[in-house]
Nanobody, 117 residues
């Protein structure tokens, strides 16, 4: 398994941008689908986006057109570029790797994103 570490969270005003990074250890990083999830205060964790080993992406409707995923396998890192941020994007953001059974079973520690109005 790879170990995942998120970074890049912080406080930003509505309309601003942040770029989150998910850095991984392990030589097999490039073979994993990596997902970004978020958990707003008092709510359940939800899938925001994912990127496959081949670079295909999926975005939740709530972030489509505003968030962009990319991966740099040479750096073992997946990036989540977040633009036009809204207060409702406030959450702890987690990255996770998906196993062969399509289960996200390996999680980072999370990074806080706070969007002020």
């Amino acid at each position: 398994q790879v170990q995942l570490v998120e970074s890049g969270g912080g406080l930003v005003q509505a309309g601003g941008s942040l770029r989150l990074s998910c850095a991984a250890s392990g030589r097999t990083f490039s073979t994993y689908t990596i997902g970004w999830f978020r958990q707003p205060p008092g709510k359940q964790r939800e899938l925001v986006a994912h990127i496959t080993s081949g670079g295909s992406t999926y975005y939740a409707n709530s972030v489509k057109g505003r968030f962009t995923l990319s991966r740099d396998n040479a750096k073992n890192t997946v990036y989540l570029q977040m633009n036009s941020l809204k207060p409702e994007d406030t959450a702890v953001y987690y990255c996770a790797s998906r196993n062969a059974y399509s289960v996200y079973d390996n999680w980072g520690q999370g990074t806080q994103v706070t969007v002020s109005s």
